[in-house]
């Protein structure tokens, strides 16, 4: 089975979780090629709500649900607060994605992903073996647009410019374009097509900001890298997967 360029290009500006759809690959390894989709498959979505937040409460039934094993292998204890908590892990996120992707035709995953959510050694590894996708973590923006100077994961800033000032761009015009295409009014931010629906304004990362429990990381519509309230509902999901080099025809 093939994809006709009308096909293809009839998911463009939307949020479409099956049919042909467009994948920009930022990695090659062994493991295969390593890609984003263009756009997100669902919108909406806390990174993690009080209610998916609350009821985890058992550590085995969060392995098997989510994946997730707690460094200290107990389930951190924390009040979720005003702006929610980010020491259970991604939940209501990563909920999304396993539920957007279940039905895509690819093998389950055999990968993890660690993190740490304060210097104290408190954190937590995924476990994708249960996932057809992924989301993107920090660590791979940073690298994708070379900051270099974001080991620590404190800062934010626009891809273009490395720093807290907007270089002035026009549509189509950011070399990283790629990363934030089809969100809300990108286009005015140097993206090259930006969604027609309102408030699609940025997709959620798969990494806990360090030693500040309300906040996750986020790629924006603006073209900037930054923290957000986990709570915060006006995010989405932008799957991640990884093809084996014998799926690619040359």
């Known amino acids: 089975t093939s994809c006709t360029k009308e096909e293809y290009n009839s998911n463009e500006k939307k949020l479409e979780k099956e049919g042909c759809m467009k994948w ?27 209610e998916d937040y609350t009821n985890a409460t058992d550590k085995d039934k969060i ?11 107990k389930v951190p204890n924390g009040n979720y607060g005003a702006s929610g908590n980010n020491n259970k892990g991604p939940l209501t996120a ?33 476990d ?3 996932y057809k996708a992924r989301l993107i973590s920090a660590e791979e923006v940073n690298s994708i647009v070379k900051n270099l100077d974001s080991t620590t994961l404190e800062t934010w800033y626009y891809f273009d410019s490395l720093d807290q000032n907007e270089p002035s761009r026009t549509k189509g015009s950011s070399a990283y374009a790629w990363l934030y295409n089809n969100l809300t009014n990108c286009e005015s931010h140097g993206c090259d097509i930006s969604l027609e629906e309102d408030n699609v304004w940025s997709y959620w990362t798969i990494t806990p900001r360090i ?11 603006d073209g900037y890298f930054r923290r957000m309230d986990v709570n915060n509902t006006d995010r989405g999901i932008r799957p991640v997967i990884t093809v084996s080099k014998s799926n690619i025809l040359p």
């Open 211 to 221: 030693n500040v429990s309300s906040d996750a990381f986020r790629v924006n519509t």
């Open 94 to 126: 990563l909920s999304k994605l396993k539920e957007d992707t279940q039905d895509w035709k690819l093998d389950n995953r055999n990968d993890s992903y660690a993190t740490s959510t304060d210097t104290n050694g408190n954190g937590y590894t995924i």
């Open 128 to 130: 994708y073996s249960d």
């Open 63 to 73: 392995k098997n649900t989510y994946g997730i094993t707690y460094l200290n292998e």
């Open 24 to 50: 920009y690959v930022y990695d090659v390894s062994d493991n295969g090629y390593t890609m984003i989709l263009d756009h997100n498959t669902s919108n909406n979505v806390a990174w993690t709500s009080q």
